[in-house]
Structures are given as structure tokens and as C-alpha cells.
């Protein structure tokens, strides 16, 4: 899967263009049709006027032909909006976490993947976080402002992430970032930038604020062989030493 997919705008676009180019496609067959039709009129009145014979068999068959296939443009064209629009569909269920529109734990599976590569992994940042008070949250206030708090968080790192490389949610109150090319420095400005927009938040929601939790894991440094034993160190530090955003 390549890595694209999880950028949102590049998300929502792709099932857009391949609908525009289709519709495009069946425009001109749709134009060169009525050409078609055209001239098969213009030709047929010719043949009347040479000829004053009735119409032959072969001209009736060329004209049912003309209007079936104007017709079958018009069901493609209703078959493929509703073709993309199930597609779109499934694609979300697949791939996309319906609460927060982030990519999914599958998707994150598959994400992992593509950092596999001895290239890409060399250079590879991990990033765990936690909402930490998700729970609390949930017994106090309702599943409701659980769930409006999961959704706020994933906007707010998904929209620092972009600059960054990739964040999914892994389920529950877990959240993914994969970063290529990823230095310390690298990795200390996403935190920042990400704790300067939590903090923002919070201050306009101090009766639910966010509080994250995360680990991370610089493959720069670690020298990991496999993508999953820099998964595995990341679990390891949230649940030995997690560090706040503050």
C-alpha cells in the first residue's frame, strides 16, 4: 500500500479523480455519439433523396445500435458514481478508524510494513501516544465526551503530522507515528509543535482537557534490524517511563 494513502487530502481526492476522469471519458464517447447520430441523419436523408426507396435494414439496425449505446453511456455514468461511492464506502471500513478518520490499526499494520525496508528502517522514528485520561473521561463524563475527545486529538495530530510523516490510531486510546528520515531533532519539533496545539486546545477546554502520554523510539539511535523490534521498544517505554506532553 503505498504511503500516500495516509496523508487525508490525498485520502479524499483519489476516489474524486478517478470519477472525474471516467466522466470525462464517457463526455467524449457521449460527444462523438451525437456526431455519429448526426451524420447517420444527415447520410439517411441523403439516401431518401437519391434514392426515394424505404429506408434499408441496415440503416434501421445502425440507428437501434446509436441509441442503445447512448443509453449504456448514461448507465455507465449513474453505475460509476455509485460504483465510487461503494467504494468509498468500503475503503473507510478497511482501512479508515470511523470515529477519528485516521488510518486504522490495519492500515497501521500495513504502514509498518512499508518501513521494512533496511533503507527506510535505518532512519526511522516511532512514535507511541496515549491519551491518559480517556478513561477517567469516559467514567465521569460519558462515552460521548470520550469519544468527542479521541476525535479532537486525532484532528489535532493528524494536522501536526502531515509536516511530519504518518499518525494512525492503533485502537482504544493509542496512536501511531512513523516518521522517515527522522532524527532527534526531527522528532523533538513534532512534539513540540504538537504540545504548543494541545496546549491551545486546552485552554478553551479546561473542563476536558487533553492529556497525552508517549514514547518514542529513534531507530538512529537503536540500530533495529526489524520494524517490529522498534514497535516493541516503543511499548516497552511508554509502560516503563511514558513521558507527558506538557
Do not use: W
Not at 477546554?205 to 514514547?215: L, T
Amino acid at each position: 500500500m503505498k504511503t500516500e494513502f495516509y496523508n487525508k487530502t490525498k485520502r479524499q481526492s483519489i476516489y474524486s479523480s478517478v470519477f472525474i476522469y471516467k466522466i470525462i471519458s464517457l463526455c467524449i464517447l457521449a460527444v462523438l455519439t451525437c456526431i455519429m447520430a448526426v451524420l447517420f441523419h444527415k447520410y439517411k436523408t441523403m439516401y431518401h433523396e437519391y434514392t426515394g426507396e424505404a429506408t434499408p435494414v441496415l440503416f434501421l439496425f445502425m440507428a437501434v445500435c446509436l441509441v442503445i449505446f447512448i443509453i449504456s453511456i448514461f448507465l455507465d455514468i449513474y453505475i460509476l458514481k455509485k460504483t465510487v461511492s461503494i467504494g468509498q464506502r468500503l475503503s473507510k471500513l478497511a482501512y479508515i478508524d470511523k470515529l477519528t478518520g485516521l488510518p486504522n490499526r490495519y492500515s497501521c499494520d500495513l504502514l509498518l510494513d512499508s518501513f521494512s525496508d533496511p533503507s527506510t528502517l535505518e532512519k526511522t522514528g516511532f512514535l507511541l501516544l496515549r491519551l491518559n485520561n480517556l478513561v477517567t473521561i469516559n467514567a465521569d463524563n460519558g462515552h460521548d465526551n470520550g469519544n468527542h475527545l479521541i476525535s479532537a486529538f486525532a484532528n489535532i495530530l493528524e494536522e501536526t503530522a502531515t509536516d511530519y510523516g504518518y499518525a494512525g490510531r492503533n485502537g482504544g486510546n493509542e496512536f501511531v507515528v512513523l516518521m522517515e528520515n527522522c532524527d532527534n531533532t526531527k522528532a523533538e519539533m513534532f512534539l513540540m509543535d504538537l504540545t504548543k496545539k494541545l496546549n491551545n486546545y486546552n485552554e478553551t477546554n479546561q473542563d476536558n482537557p487533553i492529556e497525552v502520554a508517549y514514547a518514542k523510539a529513534l531507530n538512529e539511535n537503536e540500530h533495529k534490524e526489524k520494524i517490529s523490534e522498534l514497535i516493541s521498544l516503543g511499548y516497552q517505554r511508554i509502560r516503563e517511563i511514558p513521558q507527558i506532553l506538557s
